[in-house]
């Protein structure tokens, strides 16, 4: 079936240090890969669309110099959380929708939990 | 945009039983409706999803009703076991997903 990889699957580093989290498709080409934040024991909140080739969609009230996308290929898309602080500390998760079968289901990755000190 | 309600948040059921969730959505243009289950700390997985053109759907001990003119869906589970524990989230969709606020099902042997 569809595989995601998602990489690393924990981060842990200081106030204002930069991470970057990568979000890959294994067996099929994804054109549109999502990512999403999730806070302890809510829902996953859609974050932004990252569409190859093109500059990524934000949802309302998220930062996009603050968390930079980018989707270089049909099977990686990069979210940067750049100058990263306590608060930005989340369980992020990507997905990826397989390019074959339009606006199919989409495919999970493991998720990055991030805590910054 | 799309706003997903689901109940209930939490669900407390004995092994054996059936487990219901429910959940409206605004936005008449979706299309599409997943449910996911997650386990604590691990990814959301597809356990079964309905489109707008279907009224419902079964697989197993799992099905999905769909009112469209209602805009609400459903998931049943039916006798459940322990390992049917976690948190499940519907999602609505036209393009990208709307996530339900959550449910946690707990089953109890």
């Known amino acids: 079936g569809a595989v995601v990889s998602q990489h690393p699957s924990r981060v842990i580093c200081k106030s204002g240090t930069s991470v970057k989290i990568e979000c890959r498709s294994l067996d099929f080409q994804a054109t549109t890969m999502f990512w999403y934040r999730q806070f302890p024991k809510q829902s996953l909140m859609l974050m932004a669309t990252?569409?190859?080739?093109?500059?990524?969609?934000?949802e309302q009230g998220v930062e996009k110099d603050k968390f930079l996308i980018n989707h270089a290929s049909l099977t990686l898309s990069t979210l940067t959380v750049t100058s990263a602080h306590p608060e930005d500390s989340s369980f992020y998760i990507c997905?990826?929708?397989?390019?074959?079968?339009?606006?199919?289901?989409?495919?999970f990755g493991d998720g990055t939990r991030l805590s910054i000190l | 945009g799309e706003n997903v309600e689901q109940h209930p948040s939490t669900l407390s059921v004995q092994e054996g039983d059936s487990a219901v969730i429910k959940c409206t959505y605004s936005?008449?243009?979706?299309?599409?409706f997943p449910w996911y289950k997650q386990e604590l700390g691990k990814r959301p997985q597809l356990i079964i999803d309905?489109?707008?053109?279907?009224g419902e759907k079964k697989d197993q001990r799992i099905a999905v009703t769909l009112n469209k003119t209602a805009k609400h869906f459903s998931l049943h589970i039916t006798e459940t076991q322990p390992e049917d524990s976690a948190v499940y989230f519907c999602a609505a969709s036209w393009g990208k997903l709307t996530f339900g606020q959550g449910t946690i099902l707990t089953v109890h042997p």
């Open positions: 936005d008449s243009a979706s299309n599409y």
């Open positions: 997905s990826a929708r397989d390019r074959e079968r339009g606006r199919g289901p989409q495919h």
């Open positions: 309905i489109r707008s053109n279907v």
């Open positions: 990252s569409n190859e080739g093109s500059k990524a969609t934000y």
